[in-house]
């Protein structure tokens, strides 16, 4: 008997890097559960590193993220069949690093920090000018900080849900309009009651926009240099208590100078908006 000849193996035929072959290949990329729908968003933008619109470079983004790789990213020569499609928005945020974004979300956050420090002392300020002019008693003097407070409070609660829910910055832009509507009109209010509700919502779109500014910041930029950022935060905080008592004390002097000062208190807010839009 003659010996059995193995059977002749088929040759595998290896798939052409056509475009029929970059469409298979082209599958969408998943980040995983733990990651929310802003987050979402976030990864979305962070994509357009790797090459807008390039199906290699984006597959290497997701690879090099799930292997810890947080290196520049060169274009690919090869590609392993199985490429890992979860990643967490927290490596993409580590590949991003800190740059021009970083820097605008970091100014921004600033000026409406600054906003915010500089209403919290208006209150204080103008106290003995609304004394004067509508003979407040010292319990409705009192009642004006103490419903500032309150509502900002409440403004830090509410807003916090908001965002978790809908997103950080439509949030931020909400209390900043309402913020910015609400210190002009109490610079123009004829009574103390209509004064003491302007500032009522003042102080909820400050618990409001405060919170989620520090949150936004920090989600926005790397682990190692979080704190910096956290940091260069409560400076604008100051710069903004800086701000309100030198322009105290050159306008609480002159006529009608209250409202001159809650017009000027209400410009940080305002310049915020503008790189928003």
């Known amino acids: 008997m003659e010996p059995k000849q193995p059977a002749a193996k088929s040759p595998i035929s290896k798939p052409s890097p ?8 082209a599958e969408p990329l998943y980040i995983s559960n733990r990651s929310t729908k802003r987050s979402t968003t976030l990864l979305e933008k962070a994509g357009k590193v790797a090459d807008k619109g390039s199906v290699d470079e984006s597959l290497e ?5 799930n292997k810890d790789e947080l290196s520049p990213i060169s ?18 945020i580590e590949v991003c690093g800190f740059g021009r974004y970083q820097c605008k979300v970091l100014f921004i956050m600033g000026i409406m920090s600054l906003a915010d420090s500089a209403e919290i002392w208006l209150a204080t300020i103008v106290l003995y000018n609304l004394k004067c002019e509508w003979e407040l008693t010292n319990y409705e003097k009192a009642m004006i900080p103490a419903v500032i407070y309150l509502f900002y409070t409440i ?14 910055l439509p949030v931020l832009m909400v209390n900043s309009y309402l913020l910015l509507i609400s210190a002009l009109c109490s610079a123009f209010s004829t009574s103390y009651y209509f004064f003491l509700c302007c500032r009522a919502v003042v102080g909820f779109c400050i618990g409001g926009s405060y919170g989620t500014c520090i949150v936004y910041t920090a989600e926005m930029v790397p682990i190692k240099v979080r704190s910096w950022n956290m940091f260069i935060l409560e400076i604008f905080w100051c710069l ?15 006529k009608n100078g209250w409202r001159i000062q809650i017009l000027l208190t209400a410009i940080p807010p305002y310049s915020a908006l503008i790189p928003l839009l």
């Open 18 to 25: 056509g475009p029929s072959n970059v469409a298979q290949r």
């Open 240 to 254: 903004g208590s800086i701000y309100e008592c030198l322009a105290a004390f050159f306008v609480m002097e002159l």
């Open 61 to 65: 983004f997701a690879s090099a993220l």
């Open 75 to 92: 274009p690919l020569t090869h590609l392993p069949e199985e490429a890992p499609k979860m990643f967490d928005v927290n490596k993409v």
């Open 155 to 168: 403004g830090s609660t509410i807003s916090g849900t908001l965002a978790d829910r809908f997103g950080r």
